[in-house]
């Protein structure tokens, strides 16, 4: 499917789904890198999510799975973001800001090495 097969989905939200070993680790992580509690706890198989505008992050208890999520972030100001993980107890990280002329960007791992990307879209830059 093209890019114009899938504007004719009218797709207005995303939702990312992180396969988890252990639902609850990974509730008290998300909880404090995101800083605030999860909105939802919709089922057991689906433990908790994070709503957000754009989106919903949402965790998955596949232990099969886990460890193979791709999810990335965007912010309006990756630095603060930065900033602020690390004074919630989260990796110190490097802005990665000479890979893509587009965003800049950070990566981090939860505790099953799901990959998470912080990134901020450079100011004029179209993604």
């Known amino acids: ?13 995303v939702l990312a789904g992180v396969a988890v070993s252990d639902p609850e680790q990974a509730k008290r992580w998300y ?4 800083g605030r509690p999860a909105d939802a706890e919709p089922m057991p198989e ?7 505008p ?10 099969h799975r886990a460890g193979g999520s791709l ?5 309006p100001d990756a630095r603060q973001a930065l900033s602020e993980l690390s004074a ?9 800001d000479s890979t893509s002329d587009k965003v800049l ?6 505790p099953d090495d799901n990959a998470i990307t912080i ?3 450079r100011e004029g830059a179209q993604t």
């Open 46 to 52: 689906l433990p908790t999510e994070w709503r957000t």
């Open 119 to 121: 990134d901020e879209v």
């Open 105 to 110: 960007f950070a990566k981090l791992t939860d």
């Open 31 to 34: 909880t404090t890198h995101f």
């Open 88 to 96: 919630r107890g989260g990796p110190s990280m490097e802005l990665d």
């Open 71 to 75: 999810v990335t972030l965007e912010v």
């Open 54 to 63: 754009g989106g919903v992050v949402q965790l998955v208890a596949d232990p």
């Open 1 to 13: 499917m093209n890019a114009e097969g899938l504007s004719k989905l009218n797709i207005s939200k």
